[in-house]
């Protein structure tokens, strides 16, 4: 059984909007969590990270907010832009430096 | 610049031959990670190795099998390649240790077809 589940497989927003992406994980010991971007025929690339004695990081245009006791994350994109568009994928890790991906959410911004 | 570099960017390959996916990183990274990503699965952990000559199955390991004979190298082996393992493969590496959060480093994939 997956231990972190995106459950949206793509979503649409339009350029300069806000693009909310969600992710549900089971294992209560997972500690970090991350997001990547991924664009075709390439390998995923680090977005954003949080750890699990914060519920809010920062990069810019990107927020990822985590809420412990629901084991719940999402990736906050404010304005979205048309390159943002790509799958991202969440992630978790914990004591054994193991990293548990869910299965991606297609983001596509219309200009 | 952290660098993982996988052999291949594309390899097709026919049903029953002994397949090696190579991958090198270059940050004296103690993990690497072979994944493999499917449409609607995500990325699957095949199998992880922490230290030179140690592995660890992941959640999919059948049909594959792994080698770290030097720190920097992490190579897949599909002892007897099927159609069901065409796939992406991705390579990864972190570092490690206790109370220490970092990220993983990807390569580029490797897209194998198996005829």
């Known amino acids: 059984d997956q231990q972190v589940k995106q459950n949206s497989p793509s979503l649409s927003v339009q350029e300069g909007r806000i693009s909310i992406l969600n992710c549900d994980y089971t294992?209560?010991?997972?500690?970090?969590f991350l997001w990547y971007k991924k664009y075709p025929a390439e390998g995923p690339t680090f977005l954003i990270s949080?750890?699990?004695?914060?519920d809010k990081n920062e990069d810019g245009r990107f927020t990822v907010f985590l809420n412990k006791s629901a084991k719940h994350l999402s990736l906050h994109i404010v304005p979205s832009q048309p390159g943002d568009s790509a799958v991202y994928f969440c992630?978790?890790?914990?004591?054994?430096?193991?990293?548990?991906f869910g299965s991606g959410t297609k983001l596509n911004v219309k200009p | 610049d952290v660098k993982v570099t996988q052999s291949s960017r594309y390899l097709v390959k026919r049903t029953g031959e002994k397949v090696f996916l190579e991958c090198v990183q270059d940050?004296?990274?103690?993990?690497m990670f072979w994944y493999r990503q499917d449409p609607g699965l995500g990325l699957r952990l095949i199998y992880f190795?922490?230290?030179?000559?140690?592995?660890e199955k992941g959640d999919i390991p059948e049909g594959y099998s792994v080698s770290r004979e030097k720190k920097e190298r992490f190579s897949l082996i599909l002892e007897s390649a099927s159609t069901n393992q065409t796939s992406m493969y991705l390579c990864?590496?972190?570092?490690?240790?206790?109370?220490?959060?970092?990220?993983?480093?990807f390569g580029q994939g490797t897209r194998l077809t198996v005829v």
């Open positions: 990864a590496s972190s570092t490690q240790g206790m109370g220490l959060n970092t990220e993983a480093f």
């Open positions: 294992n209560s010991m997972f500690d970090y």
């Open positions: 949080i750890s699990s004695i914060k």
């Open positions: 992630a978790a890790s914990g004591n054994f430096n193991k990293f548990y």
């Open positions: 940050m004296d990274h103690e993990n």
């Open positions: 190795s922490y230290d030179v000559k140690m592995k």
